[in-house]
């Protein structure tokens, strides 16, 4: 089937006005102590206003003590939930969907922002691997209390759900290492835990690596048999493709989907409407 680009389209649960997304982009508009601010709120609106169907937010920390960098956003129950609202009523009068990315850094969070190590799949213990599920969804909880339409959990980009999925980042012998269905475990775990928080209404997706895995099909299956709405797909060479004139992963996509319903996004190298239409002639 063919699709344009301007036309509506059903995402899991949304009805979005066209199939335009911005994907997660760190906007670097937090205070240093990880606040929201009214500027990344209309960071969000503009986008909205500039005719983008779906808005995704860049990536907000659950954990207060691992941020990516002094500019990113973390979302707990210190965060300021009315400018959170505030731009999912802005995105909304515009006629847009707002989605928030939640991440954790994992290896990514540099000392010298935390003033404590980075923390990769081999130092969290089991107790504090469900406390971390448990901040997944409180962080998805806080996001549907503010008008959001959902989350996308991010699962790319070496941030520690990539570590997780990663065997060569993922060393742990547990039942959190080893086969890609352990290393999904965590992952897993923290889709369900969203979904049973925040019920089927509010829209989940996922964010993920082409190339981290060492198995793109199994791992979309995976994803599809864990009942999210969507997967954006990513890779961790995403920004050494900086500069490449087409779309970045439609061919490992298309050599991996076989089988697979799941509503895809792609990322990367589309630069014109001509790339976009191309991405959507091929499914």
Not at 14 to 28: F, G, M
Not at 107 to 120: S, W
């Amino acid at each position: 089937m063919s699709y344009q680009l301007f036309e509506p389209a059903v995402l899991g649960p949304l009805q979005l006005k066209n199939r335009v997304v911005r994907s997660a982009t760190n906007e670097h508009l937090a205070r240093r102590d990880g606040q929201l601010t009214p500027a990344w709120v209309s960071a969000q609106a503009e986008l909205a206003e500039h005719e983008v169907g779906l808005v995704i937010t860049g990536h907000m920390t659950v954990e207060r003590s691992q941020r990516a960098d002094e500019g990113q956003a973390v979302l707990d129950r210190e965060t300021d939930t009315s400018l959170l609202a505030q731009a999912a009523d802005q995105v909304h009068r515009a006629g847009g969907r707002l989605l928030v990315q939640l991440s954790h850094s994992g290896l990514k969070a540099p000392e010298r922002v935390n003033g404590c190590p980075p923390k990769g799949p081999a130092d969290f213990t089991a107790a504090e691997l469900d406390e971390l599920v448990e901040k997944f969804a409180d962080g998805a909880r806080i996001c549907r209390e503010a008008g959001v339409d959902g989350v996308q959990v991010h699962n790319a980009h070496g941030y520690l759900l990539s570590s997780f999925l990663n065997p060569l980042e993922n060393s742990r012998t547990d039942e959190y290492g080893g086969t890609l269905e352990n290393r999904f475990r965590l992952p897993g775990r923290i889709l369900a835990a969203v979904r049973a928080a925040c019920g089927p209404s509010f829209a989940i997706l996922v964010k993920a690596d082409v190339n981290a895995c060492g198995d793109l099909h199994r791992l979309l299956q995976l994803y599809q048999e864990a009942g999210v709405d969507g997967a954006e797909l990513s890779g961790l060479d995403f920004a050494a493709r900086a500069g490449q004139k087409e779309p970045f992963f439609l061919r490992e996509l298309l050599e991996a989907r076989e089988g697979i319903h799941l509503p895809l996004i792609l990322v990367g190298g589309i630069f014109s409407r001509s790339s976009a239409q191309q991405v959507l002639e091929a499914g």
